[in-house]
């Protein structure tokens, strides 16, 4: 009699802990599929901000090196050509193409008579996913100005 009601309670405590283990698979199946799809946006999301801060950084840095280029004398300050290498040379992105970035240069003079030179690099990125309202491209503009030498 005593091994039967053993047996008993060993089946009850069995399908007791059936319940509460299967609902508990269950409901952490349910809540890693509610969030694993937001936390990969999330994670992409901040990969597509930290390549558009490389980019930008990457951006400064090549109209930098446009503007020395330029800035070395008054003959290389008009040279375009001269300036857009040295741009396209610091310019190492993987949308990178001949024709993005695009590149402006000007020269001007101050109020002190010092000739200036201006360079401008705009690089179009596209996102890698497309986030609901937000555009899948965009567009990052960065400048550099120096005094050309005499």
Partial sequence: MCAMVATVGLQRMRGWARRWIGEDRGQ???ETALVLPLALVVLI????????????EVLQTAALAGAQYGALSVASSSD????AAAVRAEV???????TNPTIASSTATDAQGERQV??????TQTALLPY????STF????SATLQVRR
Avoid: M
């Fill in 132 to 135: 609901p309202g937000l555009p």
């Fill in 92 to 98: 190492v992105l993987p949308q990178a193409s001949p």
């Fill in 28 to 30: 952490s199946i349910v």
């Fill in 118 to 123: 201006t360079v401008q690099a705009t690089f």
């Fill in 139 to 142: 567009t990052i503009t960065r």
């Fill in 80 to 83: 375009t050509a001269g300036i």
């Fill in 45 to 56: 999301g901040a990969f597509d901000g930290a390549r558009a801060l490389l980019t930008t």
